[in-house]
């Protein structure tokens, strides 16, 4: 297991972050936490899978800056910077299937960019790595300790094995350089900002709902994820951030459910009356999803607090409020 490092670093050493990613679904979220604590934030992203629109609300606070820039190429920001959070990738399996070579280069060139230029800061780096590490377990619940089940040359393996990389060049920084890096592994996170479109289970049965079509299930419904609300998903990655542990540190939620299930509640919770249509399992589709948290517990004192119910219901109302907006203006 992952010991301390040292004393919990205090926040107000953070001055400046750098978010790449950051006008993605969870990296505008992360903007946003770290704007409220007074931390400076430059905003790198190419708007391949993320979109101005997410962090449009922070453009006015001075302390924010939204850079158009692909990391594969080139990092650079001038003046200080005091924490990198490399959050770039494609993050569904609909975006990394269309685009898996840049899937490829934001795992590998990516994250070497980004690692350089922490070094070259002297700044804390903390990587967003993925359940998928752990493949189509053998073990469950998963804990850090797990090596994983991955099919390196499946469809999936562009992501999966993205971040895999990811993560021994990470550790290859800390170990060989010294920066101070750190590593979350982030299960299945939903909330407002999701892309209706993006192949996710929660947006595409929330839009199949709200339209009155049937929601597409795969297989027959019985796999598991354990969904996390955005909210608490961004408290973990923060606690990790400032603090000096190196990780693997899981965050997510263990409350566990199969996709049959989801589907349904969001049915009863939309007022819906669509259907289930049951379609094909995609190739090497994990079949059940769980993390071990408590390592976050134990070195982060972080767990999630927000209930599925009371986050699928703020999602829904959120999805809603968009087709309504929509609607308005196409008149």
Same mark, same amino acid.
């Given at each position: 297991?992952?010991?301390? /490092? %040292?004393?919990?670093?205090?926040?107000?050493?953070?001055?400046?972050?750098?978010?790449?990613?950051?006008?993605?679904?969870?990296?505008?979220?992360?903007?946003?936490?770290?704007? $409220?604590?007074?931390?400076?934030?430059?905003? @790198?992203?190419?708007?391949?899978?993320?979109?101005?629109?997410?962090?449009?609300?922070?453009?006015?606070?001075?302390?924010?800056?939204?850079?158009?820039?692909?990391?594969?190429?080139?990092?650079?920001?001038?003046?200080?910077?005091?924490?990198?959070?490399?959050?770039?990738?494609?993050?569904?399996?609909? $975006?990394?299937? =269309?685009?898996?070579?840049?899937?490829? =280069?934001?795992?590998?060139?990516?994250? &070497?960019?980004?690692?350089?230029?922490?070094?070259?800061?002297?700044?804390?780096?903390?990587?967003?790595?993925?359940?998928?590490?752990?493949?189509?377990? &053998?073990?469950?619940?998963?804990?850090? $300790?797990?090596?994983?089940?991955?099919?390196?040359? %499946?469809?999936? #393996?562009?992501?999966?094995?993205? +971040?895999?990389?990811?993560?021994?060049?990470?550790?290859?920084?800390?170990?060989? +350089?010294? /920066?101070?890096?750190?590593?979350?592994?982030?299960?299945?996170?939903? #909330?407002?900002?999701?892309?209706?479109?993006?192949?996710?289970?929660? !947006?595409?049965?929330?839009?199949?709902?709200?339209? %009155?079509?049937?929601?597409?299930?795969?297989?027959?419904?019985?796999?598991?994820?354990?969904?996390?609300?955005?909210?608490?998903?961004? *408290?973990?990655?923060?606690?990790?951030?400032?603090?000096?542990?190196? %990780?693997?540190?899981?965050? #997510?939620? !263990?409350?566990? @459910?199969?996709? &049959?299930?989801?589907?349904?509640?969001?049915?009863?919770? /939309?007022?819906?009356?669509?259907?289930?249509?049951?379609?094909?399992?995609?190739?090497?589709?994990? =079949?059940?999803?769980?993390?071990?948290? /408590?390592?976050?517990?134990?070195?982060? #004192?972080?767990?999630?607090?927000?209930?599925?119910?009371?986050?699928? *219901?703020?999602?829904?109302?959120?999805?809603?409020? *968009?087709?309504?907006?929509?609607?308005?203006?196409?008149?």
């Amino acid at each position: 297991m992952t010991q301390p /490092t %040292g004393p919990v670093r205090d926040p107000r050493t953070i001055r400046r972050a750098v978010v790449t990613g950051g006008a993605g679904f969870l990296g505008s979220h992360l903007c946003e936490h770290l704007l $409220d604590r007074g931390v400076e934030v430059v905003c @790198l992203d190419n708007f391949l899978t993320g979109s101005p629109e997410n962090v449009l609300h922070l453009m006015e606070d001075p302390g924010f800056r939204l850079v158009r820039c692909d990391i594969t190429d080139y990092v650079h920001v001038p003046g200080p910077v005091d924490l990198v959070l490399h959050f770039a990738s494609p993050a569904s399996p609909l $975006d990394y299937l =269309k685009m898996p070579i840049e899937t490829l =280069k934001v795992g590998s060139l990516g994250t &070497l960019h980004t690692l350089g230029l922490a070094h070259e800061k002297g700044a804390r780096y903390v990587l967003a790595s993925t359940s998928e590490v752990y493949g189509d377990p &053998l073990e469950h619940p998963q804990n850090e $300790d797990y090596w994983g089940n991955v099919n390196p040359v %499946g469809p999936r #393996g562009v992501y999966d094995e993205a +971040k895999r990389f990811s993560e021994a060049m990470t550790t290859a920084y800390r170990t060989s +350089k010294g /920066t101070d890096t750190g590593i979350v592994r982030i299960f299945n996170t939903y #909330g407002p900002r999701m892309r209706a479109d993006d192949g996710r289970a929660i !947006p595409a049965f929330i839009g199949q709902a709200l339209s %009155g079509r049937p929601l597409t299930v795969a297989g027959d419904g019985s796999q598991t994820r354990s969904i996390c609300f955005v909210g608490d998903t961004v *408290r973990g990655i923060l606690a990790m951030a400032f603090s000096d542990h190196t %990780g693997p540190i899981n965050i #997510g939620n !263990p409350d566990e @459910l199969s996709m &049959l299930r989801l589907a349904q509640w969001i049915v009863e919770l /939309t007022g819906s009356d669509s259907g289930i249509e049951f379609i094909d399992l995609p190739v090497d589709d994990p =079949k059940v999803r769980r993390p071990d948290t /408590t390592r976050a517990e134990e070195l982060l #004192g972080w767990q999630p607090t927000v209930p599925s119910e009371a986050g699928l *219901r703020s999602t829904v109302a959120w999805f809603a409020a *968009r087709r309504a907006e929509a609607a308005e203006l196409a008149g």
